[in-house]
């Protein structure tokens, strides 16, 4: 079971990137992923997650109207378009796996159990 995240990179201020977390050794279909982002010198926060039927997508206040996840269950990825990007969006990205269906607990990284390597995503000024 393993997520890989990747699409990460250096964009500038008012651009966009598209992160993908793919999955192998299980089907992404069958549960709830998370992205969640460690921007320099702060602890890990929420940033979007899409429910295992694909409703309601939660967002962190903060990128809404400006990231949209979604999922694509015969790639067996998720995808993470960003747009807008600022610099204060520069961090590592992670994406991870949950069995949840509960979806407010989506927010909080103790519900997920598969956490793939992160990517970075470098926004200059």
């Known amino acids: 079971v393993q997520l890989q995240a990747s699409g990460g990179g250096l964009v500038q201020a008012g651009g966009s990137l598209k992160l993908s977390c793919t999955a192998s050794?299980?089907?992404?279909?069958?549960?709830?992923v998370g992205w969640f982002r460690q921007r320099p010198g702060k602890e890990h926060e929420f940033v979007a997650a899409?429910?295992?039927?694909?409703?309601?997508?939660l967002y962190e206040d903060s990128v809404k109207g400006r990231f949209t996840i979604s999922k694509d269950n015969t790639e067996n990825t998720v995808y993470l378009q960003m747009s807008s990007l600022k610099p204060e969006d520069t961090a590592v990205y992670s994406c991870a796996a949950s069995s949840t269906i509960i979806l407010s607990s989506l927010r909080s990284r103790s519900m997920y159990t598969s956490w793939g390597r992160g990517t970075l995503v470098t926004v200059s000024s």
């Open positions: 899409i429910p295992r039927n694909n409703n309601n997508p």
């Open positions: 050794g299980f089907a992404i279909r069958r549960y709830a």
